[in-house]
C-alpha cells in the first residue's frame, strides 16, 4: 500500500524552528520527486517548496526562501523540511505529496499525498 506519512508540526512562537517529515511506505522515494504544499484557513492549498529526483531544490514561494529548505533520506524514505525563522503567516497544515521524477507546482500533478500535519506559529 502506498503512503505518504508527514509528521512533525505543531504549535511554535514566531522565530522558531520546525522539521517536517515525510516517511514513505510502499514504493522508494528514489526516483520521485517530493513536493510540499500548505494549506492556511480559507485560503487555496499552495506549493511551498519541492525536492526533484536528482536533488534539485525548487521554491514555490519567495517568503520561504532562506528560511526553509528540503532535504531526502533515501535509506530512510523520508524526506525533511527544515523550517525557520517561522512567522504566523506560515500557519497552515503543511502536505507532502510524490510524483515521478521532476518537481511541479501544481498540487494536481502529484500521484501520492499525506494527510498533512499542522503548523501554528504563535506567540
Known amino acids: 500500500q502506498v503512503q505518504l506519512v508527514e509528521s512533525g508540526g505543531g504549535l511554535v512562537q514566531p522565530g522558531g524552528s520546525l522539521r517536517l517529515s515525510c516517511a514513505a511506505s510502499?514504493?522508494?522515494?528514489?526516483?520521485?520527486?517530493i513536493g510540499w504544499f500548505r494549506q492556511a484557513p480559507g485560503k487555496e492549498r499552495e506549493g511551498v517548496i519541492c525536492?526533484?529526483?536528482?536533488?534539485?531544490?525548487?521554491y514555490y514561494k519567495d517568503s520561504v526562501k532562506g528560511r526553509f529548505t528540503i532535504s531526502g533520506d533515501n535509506a530512510k524514505n523520508t524526506v525533511y523540511v527544515q523550517m525557520n525563522s517561522l512567522k504566523p503567516e506560515d500557519t497552515a497544515v503543511y502536505y507532502c505529496?510524490?510524483?515521478?521524477?521532476?518537481?511541479?507546482?501544481?498540487?494536481?500533478?502529484?500521484?501520492?499525498w499525506g494527510r498533512g500535519t499542522q503548523v501554528t506559529v504563535s506567540p
Open positions: 525536492l526533484n529526483m536528482r536533488g534539485a531544490i525548487y
Open positions: 510502499g514504493f522508494t522515494l528514489d526516483g520521485y520527486a
Open positions: 505529496a510524490a510524483r515521478s521524477r521532476w518537481c511541479s507546482p501544481e498540487g494536481g500533478q502529484y500521484d501520492y
